[in-house]
């Protein structure tokens, strides 16, 4: 993957994954369904493997967010490196397992 290439996928267990600016962040199902359905904000969450010493520990933080857009048409995903938009059609397409993924778009402040 290059930069530029900014892409919403289905995971097997149900849930989003996003990828922009080479990371890769996880949308849980019951977060993609809240977000549709309801309009709340879903957390996008990163998993980072440490390696000590002793042992091998998993840390997983939340990295940004997911939300509807106020217009109700679209969603916004924002995080530290910038922010994308996605139609709600295509989100909750790929949601369903219609399509195997979808691009965003870069959003541009006024």
């Keep these: 993957m290059t930069p530029g290439d900014e892409v919403l996928a289905c995971t097997a ?40 010493r ?22 916004v995903i924002r995080t530290r490196e910038g922010a994308w938009l996605i139609p709600l059609v295509a989100l909750s397409r790929v949601a369903r397992g219609e399509a195997a993924s979808a691009p965003l778009f870069v959003e541009v402040g006024v």
Excluded at 14 to 31: F, H, K, N, Q, S
Excluded at 42 to 50: E, F, G
Excluded at 62 to 74: K, S, V
């Design 54 to 75: 002793d042992a091998v520990t998993g840390e997983v933080t939340i990295e940004g967010y997911a939300m509807l857009h106020p217009a109700g048409r679209a969603v």
């Design 13 to 52: 267990a149900g849930g989003l994954t996003v990828c922009v600016e080479a990371e890769t962040y996880r949308i849980t199902p019951e977060d993609v369904q809240g977000l549709i359905f309801s309009g709340r904000p879903a957390p996008l969450v990163r998993s980072r493997v440490r390696r000590g």
